[in-house]
């Protein structure tokens, strides 16, 4: 749609796409720079993918590692994200990045109050095994944020339904992290969580909602949907949204930002584009991949780096769980505890479980003879030691499980058979593997040998705090499905400014795209938790400025 003949409902400098980090940092940044700024979210509540996530930001070196004396370089972080990255990254994006991503978390720290704190003893995934990793500090995360202080957003920002409200990440560890979940302070979190008081992702997006929209009034409309980029003469001038059913046009005399996330909840896009044959999602039900529907519209460039090992997950829903209307899909952790492991078809084990790092690609291994993925669906097997010791989602141990998700047997030949598994492959299977759990040792895979898998998941009072054995009936077996956090393989292309670019290798005056919209050219073939927060963060602060003329 061309500028001719519109009358615009609001005009702006700067309009932000999407509520999530990327779009208020750019609003905030924009807003002190003298720009008059707006966000629009499809959502009805603020927030997007940051406000159901776990609140991570990975920044190497970062201050908050300086203030307590933990060593870091900046060298030994480009190191590590060159190997994340396994030669797909574009060097000029990832050096932008870079340059940019302490002075954004420093500037949302001191200028928008943001209380960062270092996650310690938490390690990078690849720690002690890839060059540059490091044993803990990188993370940062947010202290408690009072959801009061929102004022008419308390009650219309995301809450997570993936990771208890009211839990700071140290207090997660010292309670022995996700295997001893039954074991933490239930009365301290129930009291947080009557005072509305917000951790992980909640409370760090609290705290940039407070900023953009309650410190410095920025307007947000939600339920307002985003259709249409205008063009003036070639160049982003505004946009068509949906407001209470009707045309809402919005001029942005500086530049529009699109930063809606990924295509998760768009089935079709994510099953091309992913290369997988089913798809379902842990993230907000509002990311429809619109950004690769309007870039596109004006000639902007897709780019991608492989699927093969970012963040997708396996796991399930629990008949009847829902989440904003929509089925709620957890992403399997149990497989990280003793007593559980992983099988395919054949009923054999093709990972270490326990590191999805591991698991992903080897998921994907394709069998050419036979035309298929042979590790497509994996089956998640325990036994009775694990329920006497652990929940499965938001079963507790002594609940019983939903008949309609966990089959059940005495043996393992007869919950082969209820699972359509290859019966003597599980036999033979748990034989091999409980001989060498009954030591805490995994030759076959080395679950366990991975700290951070040990940190997040493991049981610390086990020789192998991933290992047990499986041999306590009754047993339990799960089909998975492909569960995505919204960490896409494809994403606008965008040069060192942010700005979107056209397939002929120009930018398009006035379009920007930053956060999941943006491809992951930036970080390459990889993935390591924080990363997304992070680049949401720093390509905010970046686009903000360049749009406001801040550089």
Request: aromatic share 10%.
């Amino acid at each position: 749609m061309t500028k001719a003949d519109i009358r615009w409902d609001l005009e702006v400098d700067w309009v932000a796409v999407g509520s999530g980090l990327a779009g208020l940092t750019s609003a905030i940044v924009a807003h002190d720079l003298g720009k008059q700024v707006v966000v629009l979210d499809k959502a009805p509540k603020l927030g997007g993918l940051s406000g159901y996530g776990g609140g991570e930001v990975f920044v190497p070196n970062n201050h908050k590692m300086v203030e307590l004396g933990l060593e870091d370089s900046i060298d030994s972080g480009r190191t590590y994200f060159e190997f994340i990255s396994a030669g797909f990254s574009d060097p000029a994006l990832m050096d932008r990045l870079f340059e940019n991503m302490h002075a954004a978390i420093e500037y949302v720290e001191k200028e928008a109050g943001v209380r960062w704190l270092a996650v310690e003893g938490l390690p990078d995934y690849y720690y002690p095994k890839a060059p540059g990793s490091h044993s803990g500090g990188r993370y940062l995360s947010v202290d408690l944020f009072d959801g009061s202080t929102l004022g008419e957003w308390q009650t219309r920002s995301f809450l997570t339904p993936h990771v208890p409200q009211g839990v700071l990440h140290r207090e997660l560890y010292e309670w022995g992290g996700l295997a001893k979940v039954t074991e933490w302070n239930y009365e301290l979190i129930g009291q947080r969580i009557t005072e509305d008081k917000r951790s992980f992702g909640p409370g760090m997006m609290g705290y940039f909602i407070k900023a953009a929209m309650i410190d410095r009034g920025i307007p947000a409309y939600v339920e307002t949907p985003v259709e249409e980029l205008i063009q003036e003469d070639g160049r982003v001038v505004g946009v068509r949204a949906k407001r209470e059913g009707a045309d809402f046009f919005v001029r942005a005399r500086t530049g529009v930002l699109l930063a809606i996330g990924g295509y998760d909840h768009n089935k079709k896009m994510a099953c091309e584009y992913e290369a997988m044959h089913e798809w379902n999602s842990a993230t907000p039900p509002y990311l429809h991949g619109d950004h690769m529907v309007m870039g596109p519209e004006i000639g902007a460039a897709i780019a991608a780096v492989p699927p093969t090992n970012l963040a997708m997950f396996f796991g399930y829903n629990i008949p009847g769980e829902e989440s904003e209307g929509a089925p709620l899909y957890r992403t399997s952790w149990e497989c990280g505890c003793p007593h559980a492991i992983w099988v395919n078809r054949q009923g054999e084990r093709f990972c270490d479980e326990a590191f999805y790092k591991d698991y992903q690609p080897r998921l994907r291994s394709w069998d050419g003879a036979k035309q298929e993925m042979p590790n497509i669906p994996p089956y998640l097997i325990f036994d009775q030691n694990y329920r006497d010791r652990y929940p499965l989602g938001s079963y507790m141990p002594g609940m019983e499980l939903p008949g309609e998700l966990v089959e059940t047997a005495d043996t393992p030949r007869e919950l082969a058979e209820k699972l359509g598994v290859d019966a003597d492959g599980l036999e033979k299977t748990l034989d091999r593997y409980n001989e060498f759990a009954a030591r805490g040792e995994d030759p076959d895979f080395g679950s366990g040998s991975y700290a951070w898998s040990v940190r997040l998941t493991g049981d610390q009072s086990y020789p192998n705090p991933c290992v047990g054995p499986l041999n306590k009936a009754p047993y339990y077996g799960i089909k998975l499905v492909p569960v995505s956090v919204g960490i896409n393989s494809h994403g606008l292309r965008t040069n060192t400014n942010g700005q979107v670019m056209h397939v002929r290798g120009a930018p398009i005056p006035g379009l920007y795209a930053a956060g999941n919209s943006a491809a992951l050219l930036d970080l390459g073939g990889g993935y390591q938790s924080g990363t997304s927060n992070m680049r949401a963060i720093t390509w905010g602060y970046i686009t903000g400025r360049h749009a406001a003329g801040g550089e």
